[in-house]
């Protein structure tokens, strides 16, 4: 049997995923578990009393403080996108009174955290979303409109059971020691925004070769770190920088619940973007599906301030321009792109941003007749009237799925179907030789690597499966790359960006896509009084312009 390391994330069946404990696989071997001590109970508990407030003793960028209330002009913001960042901006802006309409060309919300329901009634997702317990201002956010639950015990993290995995060797072990002792994480103890600025300067080089420069091995890398990257950036250590690696190293070795994993208990339309969605539409905020952004009308004026004018919006065959205080256009690297008028290359600030690039990824669901993943008990594989196996999130090094996890198990709520097994979820890192073969070569090759991941699922049959593509989804976080990432303020006065890939400390995940919206919202607060004074001069010049031809002279259009 090929090695493996399998993280589990033990946890309710019933509520959004609980702590993590470790198991590991090796070469030959039977797995042994690491079981929590005692019985486990699940309780109905919200987020308040069971998520610690990780902004104590926390770098100020990574967990800002609440802000003011806002007592300036109520504004008219439209926002680009209806992804995560572009719905925490807006959830922000509803809370300080503005008023907020949400445009998505797609005929679902979410973005890379959005999901489906196929023909067929199964849940299909952009990828697999775990969500660490560092993850302070997700959790704040969902803690305005979700209550979950989560199972009460004694937690064994992420760190330990990697500290504890038989993948490495004592030798190994000792090195991958000497190199975090070397690390900023150990200034991070004791003050941590002068640890996030050295990480911060780091991110020139990559973590492979600040790793080894340490006293760290190559097996190490191989065996225990590039499943890590992998699943954070869908690169691997030799690509990844040094930046990103360490801010979630700093981050786990300092707070004591920053490694737990948790995940939802069903799909992330039911039980993340379709509660959000629900709390801005109850605070007055409009979603638009299917409404895309054709073009960006700005105008230069004669002293040589630049400003968005409205957004060239259609659905089908219907036109028409959106008008607003404020612009913000939350998209991803490949969206923001396209968005951006060339002209707008001119600026340094919208130049940098094509330095970007998108990493391609490949996520695979897999339904099974049988549990793929219980290896104590054959017959129990075999039967369908109650599921079995590994409850949790999985990593290993030795497939090209470094990340993956039985979602009928880890989120049953809407993957767990009676009379049937197994769905497989499988992130494919890198996804670069998997993007242009065919949907069924794809799943023959997964399942292929399944079987040999878990020989006691041979005779299993694949029932159904699908295939998601996303050419571009997080932006490659290599070395030198930080630099190039926007800020959420632009040279144009009034219009911002959000985005995970925009300037934030954490990394390109769910948590920096909304950290980004809370700092999109407050540039724009900050800026309520000359946003408003603008607003009404560019509704004064539409009202006395009467000629749709001289307006066209003007404007710019993408």
Known sequence: MSSSIILPAAGSRTGFRGDTAGLFFSG??????????????????????????MSVNAPKGLFPPEPEHYRG????????????AGMSTAVELLDQGHEVDIYESRPFIGGKVGSFVDRRGNHIEMGLHVFFGCYNNLFRLMKKELDFRFPVGAPIHGIRAFLATNQLKTYDKARNALALALSPVVRALVDPDGAMRDIRNLDSISFSDWFLAKGGTRMSLQRMWDPVA????????????ARCMLTIFSLFATKTEAS????????????????????????????????GCRKVLYERSADGETYVTGLAMSRATNKKIVRADAYVAACDVPGIKRLLPSEWRDWEFFDNIYKLVGVPVVTVQLRYNGWVTELQDLERSRQLRKAAGLDNLLYTPDAD????????????????????GSLLQCVLTPGDPYMPLPNDEIINRVAKQVLVLFPSSQGLEVTWSSVVKIGQSLYREGPG?????????????????????TKQDYIDSMEGATLSGRQASAYICNAGEELSALGKNLDAFHSHSNSPNNITDQLSLV
């Open 28 to 53: 030959g071997r039977r797995p042994i578990p690491f079981q929590l001590k005692g019985q486990r109970l699940f309780v109905r508990a919200s987020l308040d009393s069971n998520v610690s407030d």
């Open 73 to 84: 002009p109520k504004l008219k913001v439209a926002i680009i996108g209806a992804g995560l």
């Open 230 to 241: 992998y699943a954070l950036g869908f690169i691997d250590c030799d690509n990844i920088s």
């Open 260 to 291: 737990l994993l948790r995940m939802l208990k069903g799909s992330p339309d039911v039980y993340l973007s379709g509660p959000i969605r629900q709390y801005i539409t109850d605070k007055g905020g409009r979603f638009h599906l299917r409404w």
């Open 401 to 420: 799925f470094s990340c993956f996890a039985d979602l009928a198990l880890s989120s049953p709520e809407d993957y767990y179907i009676e009379g049937q």
């Open 481 to 501: 790359k930080d630099p190039f990432r926007p800020d959420q303020k632009t040279p144009l006065k009034n219009f911002f960006l959000a985005g995970s890939y």
